[in-house]
């Protein structure tokens, strides 16, 4: 069922959603959790496909927040849908005007009472997530910095604002990568001494896995950069061999590991549905995750040290000049063969 309504209010797309749910035939909510959506009119259909995708496993209140100018008059349209291809409840708010200043105002009436909130931004996130009027709202906050242009600057960004129930897509992207490392150093007793990581230029992904690896291991972790699609190999190098997996197509994988025969296995990169099905069944902490952002900053601390450092040396060329300069004038000042005959 769907309902549409025109410049209205917080009050009344509540009613509203309770006129829909008894004229499906269900009155009852069965709804486990409410997942607000912070987007745009160019990310809304996808992130809202997303969301119903996942609510047969995670049956929510799908809150679409839809920013548009915040120019003009406030002003409030929704849309109410209930049933049909959805297990759960959506909403799709519009606002315009100064509205989408106090967004919180129109959401926090729409909340389910005693059930966790989660925000997603399916595009840009605001520098600190948790402290975002709509962030604060919400018991875990998820960010996609795959998503952004500058993909390697968002995800620091973040990071440094990074507060317990704050996560990012790109960590969920490394689900099945890590478990087949972690499954390799179980089975296998090796020591490692370094490794590397392989993946397209400003992959967040990689940023992560390099600082996972580093912080689990202790050894150093090169990260190179490869054609692609996403991340396409980790490498961990030991006394007896290397523990590998390789990913050149974006679906299948090799499975690397001394002493073995090597081993095809599903390494399909996901849709962003299946990520937030994952991210969904834990609302705790990422304790993990926390551990490797803190390496993270500290990887992007050390190389804004260095890049500060390198401009501060005085550059060589200027001595160069100054060496020319000392000899045109020594042979300036040189009686030449012709003088002296």
């Not at 769907?2 to 509540?14: G, H």
């Not at 009613?15 to 912070?38: D, E, F, H, K």
């Not at 100018?69 to 959805?86: C, E, M, P, T, W």
């Not at 440094?160 to 704050?166: I, N, S, V």
């Amino acid at each position: 069922m769907k309902v549409e309504l025109t410049d209205t209010s917080a009050s009344m797309v509540a009613a509203a959603l309770v006129r829909a749910r008894v004229a499906a035939g269900s009155p009852a909510m069965g709804m486990v959790l409410t997942l607000v959506i912070i987007t745009d009119e160019a990310r809304y259909y996808d992130a809202m496909r997303a969301a119903r995708a996942i609510a047969r496993e995670h049956p929510a209140r799908v809150l679409g927040v839809v920013l548009r100018s915040g120019r003009g008059a406030a002003n409030l349209d929704a849309q109410v849908r209930i049933g049909n291809d959805s297990a759960g409840e959506s909403v799709v708010l519009r606002m315009s005007g100064e509205l989408t200043q106090h967004a919180e105002s129109v959401v926090l009436p729409l909340l389910l009472p005693d059930s966790p909130v989660v925000a997603w931004w399916p595009g840009a996130a605001p520098k600190s997530p948790a402290d975002d009027p709509l962030g604060s709202l919400a018991n875990r906050r998820i960010t996609d910095a795959a998503s952004s242009r500058t993909r390697h600057a968002s995800l620091i960004r973040v990071a440094r604002a990074y507060q317990p129930g704050d996560t990012d897509l790109s960590w969920t992207r490394l689900t099945p990568w890590r478990a087949l490392l972690a499954a390799a150093l179980d089975h296998v007793d090796v020591k490692i001494t370094s490794a590397s990581v392989m993946a397209e230029r400003g992959n967040p992904s990689a940023d992560l896995m390099v600082a996972w690896l580093e912080s689990r291991l202790r050894v150093p972790v090169h990260l190179g950069t490869s054609k692609g699609p996403g991340m396409t190999e980790v490498r961990l190098c030991s006394t007896v061999g290397d523990v590998a997996v390789v990913r050149s197509d974006g679906r299948h994988g090799t499975y690397i590991v001394p002493g073995e025969a090597d081993r095809a296995v599903a390494l399909k990169r996901r849709t962003t549905a299946e990520l937030l099905a994952e991210d969904l069944r834990r609302l705790d902490e990422d304790e993990v995750y926390a551990e490797t952002i803190k390496r993270l900053l500290r990887r992007a601390d050390a190389a804004d040290r260095k890049a500060s450092a390198k401009k501060a040396t005085p550059k060589a060329p200027a001595k160069k000049t100054a060496k020319r300069t000392t000899k045109t004038s020594a042979k300036r000042a040189t009686p030449s063969t012709d003088a002296k005959e």
